[in-house]
């Protein structure tokens, strides 16, 4: 009873700020089906996926990711970089308007940034940034203390740099910004939220698409807002967006199952989409709890590893929905994409596993192995790859949480070797630090000096060539010490009906601007 209260309490709490009507008779209105509730609409409170999901429709940023992972300026005009990479001079564009009928000025940016840097999803990767000056109306400057990935940083969607006005940000601080005054530039507005229900955008009238650019690209782009209103949908049981989608309940639906490919491809009303890249399949290890701690013990794991049957597992044998490759960035990510480790990626070899436990001494103590059945593709992995260790000779012991239980098991570093999970793409090599530095809890105590240093050096400002040989050496030294063991990729099925034209997937975020329906 008391659960149901709050419920309805916290839906009449965000309806007492939604002002949307009904859609007009006539208005283009595009239903998408998300798997779940936004915690906030506020970019900034929040590392969520739901929330970049709806915040990019609302917020645009200086600058931002294209189709290749490639940076690109957005509210920026153009930026200077002086000698030593520790002054950025941005110039915004002109002309461009605010929600609430303002016109963006390097005041909004300015007072933007000081609360989005203070915001504890940063992860304090600012703390560089010794100042922020307001050089004229069009024109501010950044001024650093040491020379970082500034612009990278600045583009990195997870928590979302979106600009607001200065007296919001102001008002706000660091609280979450509520109701009308979620104010943006970008080409929806927000009209209502009611929880469990949609999240309704409305086309923003004074939008001006970037023409800078011939179309959408990544997150940013010319922009359009076609249709007059998005309503974003939570629907968090797969087989609710699927019968949602076949009615036409909905014009798009995320995260189907992979086993409904074929059905959808035999609609003729839907049209099936494969996002690619989606995750990362791979394994995290407890470096210090034996015999972990011993570099060949972990190399026979690699060994005794067929990493396609692995994936046959995960996607019941569908190749549209998986690939086997080394490279910690996908080959979609043309920056940073490296082929180091191949010699030893995917080379199952039982011959060379039983050398290596030999000589590690290894006598069939149990390797606990960590894993949930929430996600599905975690669970097949899980099967699959504890199979080809028994047969090996590895005696692992499958242990099954939920989600959340398995988080927080794995974060005590005591009583497992083992950790199944999955990395969403990655934007940058600086994203890394918090999985491979020494005495971060990602690491799972995972020490190496030189990867300290070569971590150092690729999270340096400098030019994309010096930092992709960093990174290469960075690969190579994953395998090489087994920091973890990445099994391969994983895409994910996502479906509009077919009168949507103009829909491209891409990352985790399902774009509908430059979209219509016929």
């Known amino acids: 009873m008391w659960?149901?209260?709050?419920?309805?309490?916290?839906v009449l709490g965000v309806a007492l700020w939604c002002s949307a009507p009904?859609?007009?008779?006539?208005?283009?209105?595009?239903?998408?089906?998300?798997?779940?509730?936004?915690p906030t609409l506020d970019p900034y409170m929040s590392s969520s996926t739901v929330t970049r999901q709806i915040a990019i429709y609302l917020f645009e940023t200086l600058v931002t990711f294209g189709e290749n992972y490639e940076l690109i300026p957005q509210l920026a005009e153009s930026w200077d970089v002086s000698k030593d990479r520790l002054t950025y001079t941005f110039k915004l564009r002109k002309g461009v308007k605010f929600h609430n009928g303002k016109t963006l000025t390097a005041e909004d940016v300015k007072a933007s940034?000081?609360?989005?840097?203070?915001?504890?999803?940063?992860?304090?990767?600012?703390?560089?940034?010794?100042?922020?000056?307001?050089?004229?109306e069009g024109?501010?400057?950044?001024?650093?203390?040491?020379?970082?990935?500034?612009?990278?940083?600045?583009?990195?969607?997870i928590p979302f740099f979106g600009v607001t006005p200065k007296d919001i940000a102001e008002k706000y601080g660091k609280n979450e910004i509520r109701g009308a005054d979620l104010v943006g530039t970008g080409p929806y507005k927000l009209l209502e939220w009611k929880s469990d229900v949609h999240v309704a955008l409305g086309r923003f009238a004074d939008y001006v698409p970037d023409a800078r650019f011939k179309d959408a690209t990544g997150f940013?782009?010319?922009?359009t807002a076609v249709m007059d209103e998005v309503r974003l949908m939570p629907a968090p049981e797969a087989a609710s967006r699927m019968a949602g989608l076949e009615t036409g309940e909905f014009d798009y639906a995320e995260a189907l199952p992979v086993n409904a490919y074929d059905r959808l491809k035999a609609n003729p009303a839907i049209t099936p989409h494969v996002i690619k890249p989606k995750w990362a399949v791979l394994m995290e290890l407890n470096h210090a709890?034996?015999?972990?701690?011993?570099?060949?013990?972990?190399?026979?794991?690699?060994?005794?590893?067929?990493?396609?049957?692995?994936m046959k597992a995960v996607t019941a044998g569908k190749k549209e929905f998986y690939r086997t490759q080394p490279s910690v960035f996908f080959p979609e990510q043309k920056v940073f994409y490296s082929e180091a480790g191949a010699q030893v990626y995917n080379k199952k070899d039982l011959a060379k596993v039983q050398r290596l436990l030999k000589e590690v001494g290894y006598s069939n103590q149990p390797i606990v192995y960590l894993a949930n059945r929430d996600f599905d593709w975690m669970y097949k992995c899980a099967l699959s790859v504890s199979q080809q260790w028994q047969a090996a000779g590895v005696n692992a012991k499958l242990e099954f949480y939920d989600w959340p239980s398995q988080i927080e098991k794995a974060k005590t570093l005591k009583g497992w070797h083992i950790n199944q999970t999955g990395w969403s793409p990655r934007f940058d090599p600086s994203q890394l630090a918090s999985s491979l530095r020494s005495g971060q809890i990602g690491a799972y105590n995972?020490?190496?000096?030189?990867?300290?240093?070569?971590?150092?050096?690729?999270?340096?400002?400098?030019?994309?060539?010096?930092?992709?040989?960093?990174?290469?050496?960075?690969?190579?030294?994953?395998?090489?010490?087994?920091?973890?063991?990445?099994?391969?990729?994983?895409?994910?099925?996502?479906?509009?009906?077919?009168?949507?034209?103009?829909?491209?997937?891409?990352?985790?975020?399902?774009?509908?601007?430059?979209?219509?329906?016929?």
């Open 220 to 223: 940013g782009g010319k922009r």
């Open 139 to 157: 024109t501010l400057r950044f001024v650093l203390g040491q020379n970082i990935t500034f612009l990278v940083n600045l583009a990195m969607p």
């Open 3 to 10: 659960r149901r209260l709050l419920v309805v309490l916290a």
């Open 446 to 518: 995972y020490k190496n000096p030189e990867m300290d240093k070569l971590l150092d050096a690729v999270n340096l400002g400098a030019p994309t060539e010096e930092r992709q040989e960093v990174w290469n050496k960075i690969q190579q030294l994953i395998w090489d010490d087994v920091a973890v063991i990445r099994v391969g990729d994983y895409f994910e099925l996502e479906a509009t009906r077919a009168n949507v034209k103009g829909y491209t997937p891409f990352y985790v975020t399902p774009r509908f601007w430059n979209v219509r329906k016929e």
């Open 113 to 136: 940034f000081l609360r989005y840097k203070d915001s504890p999803h940063t992860g304090g990767r600012f703390k560089a940034v010794t100042s922020v000056d307001v050089l004229d």
């Open 289 to 310: 709890e034996p015999p972990m701690n011993n570099v060949k013990f972990k190399q026979a794991l690699v060994a005794a590893l067929d990493m396609d049957e692995v």
């Open 22 to 38: 009904p859609a007009q008779a006539g208005a283009s209105v595009f239903r998408a089906a998300l798997t779940t509730n936004p």
